[in-house]
């Protein structure tokens, strides 16, 4: 993630809002078997379980800090402007090779999805406050590389 706040649309925000609660859930789940009287650690299988599970639990409170502070600082900023590559944008872009790809900015992945770029990456950062028509460069493992934005709003990429 970037160190400025950034604006993010309102998908965005409905995404995170949804896996705060997701999480939030999962969270109280293994919570109430760290709780529960019943499952005592009696063995070391036992005590490495707890453990595990005391390791989830850390896990999951720091990602729902990270949710909550993310929002937070996208009340900060504000909304994203309007006709401007921000955070939740869907954008085609044209390469230099001549090829057009329609891609959603995000702030993190999980997993392959050749449809986002995420808000740190060279692409990203290249895109973040462009407008359709824009020309950008950035940086690849394999030298300098450039797009133009071609439109921005569309049709999003397939979700999985």
């Known amino acids: 993630m970037t160190s400025d706040p950034l604006p993010i649309s309102a998908a965005a925000r ?13 969270r109280e789940t293994v919570a109430a078997t760290l709780r529960d009287p019943d499952i005592v650690a ?21 990602r729902i800090e990270d949710i909550t502070t993310r929002l937070r600082q996208a ?3 504000g909304p994203p402007p309007a006709g401007v590559v ?9 390469f230099d090779d001549g090829a ?4 959603s900015i ?19 950062k290249a895109l973040m406050g462009s407008r359709p028509g824009d020309a950008v460069r950035y940086r690849t ?20």
Not at 42 to 62: E, H, I, M, P, V
């Open 14 to 26: 409905h995404a995170l809002e949804q896996e705060l609660a997701d999480v939030r859930a999962e």
């Open 42 to 62: 009696g063995d070391r299988g036992d005590a490495a379980d707890q453990l595990q599970r005391s390791g989830d639990l850390a896990r999951l409170d720091a």
């Open 75 to 77: 009340d900060d900023a």
């Open 86 to 94: 921000g955070v939740g944008s869907t954008v085609t872009v044209r």
């Open 100 to 103: 057009e790809q329609t891609v």
């Open 106 to 124: 995000g702030e993190v992945t999980q997993g392959y999805d050749a449809s986002l770029v995420t808000a740190d990456s060279p692409l990203g």
């Open 141 to 160: 493992p394999d030298g300098e590389a450039g797009a133009v934005v071609v439109s921005l709003g569309g049709a999003p990429p397939a979700q999985r």
